[in-house]
Nanobody, 122 residues
Framework: QVQLVESGGGLVQAGGSLRLSCAAS????????VGWFRQAPGKEREFVAA????????YYPDSVKGRFTISRDNTKNTVYLQMNSLKPEDTAVYYC???????????????WGQGTPVTVSS
């Protein structure tokens, strides 16, 4: 079993950047694909990015493609989400999740962190 802790969220102005981190403990994170998801108030959870266990494959939805970059450092047991050109509609709680296979859907992930809030002001 792996435990995940997100960090790096906060308040930023539109057009700004944030880097989120997802640190793992328990089992090594290199055993898992990792996804980032977000949930805004009153909305369903939304897929944001995913990365394969070795970093060779990444997926993004059109809503963040070109602005967000997912990466991982397996030596640090950590996955990152670099978010640039942030928009007010990016405001949400961001969650990382670990699973066996890289998929763009929450049902594919078995372990979840508690989330870190991101607020983008206009």
């Amino acid at each position: 079993q792996v435990q995940l802790v997100e960090s790096g969220g906060g308040l930023v102005q539109a057009g700004g950047s944030l880097r989120l981190s997802c640190a793992a403990s328990g089992r090594t994170l290199s055993d898992y694909a990792v996804g980032w998801f977000r949930q805004a108030p009153g909305k369903e959870r939304e897929f944001v990015a995913a990365i394969s266990w070795n970093g060779d494959s990444t997926y993004y939805p059109d809503s963040v493609k070109g602005r967000f970059t997912i990466s991982r450092d397996n030596t640090k047991n950590t996955v990152y989400l670099q978010m640039n050109s942030l928009k007010p509609e990016d405001t949400a709680v961001y969650y990382c999740a670990a699973g066996i296979t890289i998929v763009a859907a929450d049902w594919g992930y078995d372990y979840w962190g508690q989330g870190t809030p991101v607020t983008v002001s206009s």
